[in-house]
């Protein structure tokens, strides 16, 4: 069965420091999305991308956080320079069609900042 | 804004019981609403998927129902188990903003 791929699956860094995230959707998903949960609450949506366009990123840092998908394939999520607050798992999911599919989500990178 | 709530936070039954776990939302005008499933410190999984144009939809021991006009779902399951223990999320498409906007969840514990 065909999943949603993330790595690392953790992450622990220091504070001011760069960190970036990958992932790789399933095959053939045109539809991909950022998500920020912290502990406790429901996901956050930070970018979501239409094959290599972005669609919204309304929600994302834009002074510190990037996001860039060059081939409408897989994704990296990039943290410059890391804060406290940025301590979250960050999910990657995708979907065939924005306003019909089932998102499926990736397992997740867990961020710790010190 | 669309805003979605879960109730109860948190919720522990004895195994075998049937139970309800509750959504509502602000906004009425959605594209679809979708139940997840999430362990600790794991990802999510998609339980059920209601298109704005459906009542209900139903897997194994799991019945998600929409009332779009109320701005309310709920999820039934079935016969609980140890195993069903995870946190629960609720999350709506939004017709206008066509992003997913998720409640805090419920919390499920099944106790043996």
């Known amino acids: 069965e065909a999943e949603v791929a993330q790595s690392p699956r953790y992450k622990i860094t220091e504070k001011s420091q760069a960190v970036a995230f990958w992932c790789d959707p399933i095959s053939g998903h045109a539809t991909l999305y950022w998500y920020r949960q912290i502990l406790g609450q429901g996901p956050e949506l930070l970018v979501q991308f239409q094959d290599e366009s972005v669609v919204d990123d309304s929600q994302l840092p834009k002074d510190r956080f990037s996001a860039e998908r060059l081939k409408g394939v897989d994704s990296t999520l990039k943290i410059q320079p890391a804060e406290l607050g940025d301590s979250a798992m960050y999910l990657c999911?995708?979907?065939?069609?924005?306003?019909?599919?089932?998102?499926?989500f990736g397992p997740g990178t867990r961020l710790l900042v010190l | 804004k669309q805003e979605v709530t879960q109730i109860p936070a948190a919720l522990s039954v004895p195994e075998g019981e049937n139970l309800v776990l509750n959504c509502s939302f602000t906004d009425s005008a959605i594209y679809n609403l979708q139940w997840f499933r999430q362990d600790p410190g794991k990802g999510l999984t998609s339980l059920l998927l209601?298109?704005?144009?459906?009542r209900e939809q139903t897997s194994g021991r799991l019945n998600a129902s929409l009332d779009k006009s109320s701005g309310r779902s709920t999820l039934y399951i079935a016969a609980s188990q140890p195993g069903d223990s995870a946190t629960y999320l609720c999350?709506?498409?939004?017709?206008?903003?066509?992003?997913?906007?998720f409640g805090q969840g419920t919390r499920l514990t099944i106790n043996p």
């Open positions: 999911a995708s979907s065939l069609e924005a306003t019909r599919g089932t998102q499926y």
């Open positions: 209601i298109q704005s144009s459906q």
């Open positions: 999350a709506v498409l939004g017709a206008e903003a066509q992003k997913l906007v």
